[in-house]
């Protein structure tokens, strides 16, 4: 295309995190431009955002409906080709489904929606408008996730046999919810965010890594979930077990209250040949073993060995340090580049891979599953020693 795409945002209003992570995500390659929003459900924080972004004042909308309506009435040579949709929980089917009916294209934040129904729906809506949806769950954008697939999808591991994933964070060791601070009290709130608490924030991350990286599915699960801090609503807590379609056993643990943790998601995936891991908080790392050889570490930016997809992630030569933004980034370019090349009538490459409405209604149903296991007191033994 000789131009930008244009984006529309609900949500990501001014001071709001998420939503000036997308913007900066999607202005990284200069394929997109933000052009209209519905910032915020205070008209106050809705009109200062959008002047804060040197919005037009006839395109900051006050509500997510008159945006979509607005927009649909303008020239299609004016009007936003996608919704980026940043809001919380519970308010991400509606806008969605609603721009879906109008022809936009969407992107919304992890996860999907509310429910694994509202998920269904949407998916239904996608396949019968024919639009794209990307969810974003960042941590697949990273180059060295991709060349942890690419070498499971190769065959370098044999086949998978064990799956380790933990995302441990401390930021819910208080009950900081109470205490102002915003993006805790919606998480915490089953009325917001769901029936899940630390499973449905950051859980759902690590199963999604899971699947992508080992390209199995969950087929079981045995849940322990915990409210660890007193007073709070859902929980802050679990560990799981995991059975994948292969035969292959996996363990899951999620937790917001390992204090003195930030954001430290790792992943270990074992075959009969060797395996991989890789920690979000050292991205350019990858480090292989191998059952009889001595281990090696893959490093982003070293093209010399990186599968294509890898390479076509990196953005800077080795030994200069990508991370969130730039696998956000990533997301996003692989979005816009399939969604040009659709509206130019083109094929899309394969190196453009990024989640889908299909990720996100197994991230749904992996929260229902969870939550049931959880609930059941049918799992456990007694631990004792008989006399």
Known sequence: MNRKLRMGMVGGGKDAFIGAIHRIAAHMDGLVEVVCGALSINPEIAKESGKVLFLPENRTYLNFEEMIEKERQLPADERMDFVTIVT????????????????????????????????????????????????????SGYPMVKQAKQMVTDGAFGKIRKIYVEYPQGWLSTLTEREGNAGAAWRTDPAKSGKSGAMGDIG???????????GLKISHLCADLNTMVEGRRLEDDGNVLLKFDNGAAGVLMASQVAAGEENALKIRIYGEKGGIEWAQMEPNTLLVKWHAEPAQTYRAGTNGFLSD??????????????????????????FSLTLSARLDGESSSDLWDFPSVDDGIRGMAFIDTVIKSGDS???????????
């Not at 759902?204 to 080992?214: D, F, G, K, N, Q």
């Not at 730039?326 to 692989?334: C, D, K, Q, T, W």
């Open 88 to 139: 919380p929980n519970f308010a991400h089917f509606a806008p969605a489904m609603l721009a879906l009916d109008n022809g936009f294209h969407v992107v919304i934040e992890k996860p999907i929606a509310f429910n694994l129904e509202e998920a269904l729906q949407l998916k239904k809506k996608v396949e019968e408008t024919g639009l794209l949806l990307m969810l974003t769950h960042t941590y």
């Open 204 to 214: 759902t991350h690590a199963a999604h890594l899971a699947e992508y990286i080992s």
């Open 309 to 334: 997809i890898a390479k076509f992630n990196c953005r800077t030569p080795a030994g200069h340090p990508e991370g969130y933004l730039e696998a956000f980034a990533n997301l996003y370019r692989s």
């Open 377 to 387: 007191n049918e799992k456990w033994t007694v631990f004792e020693i008989n006399n």
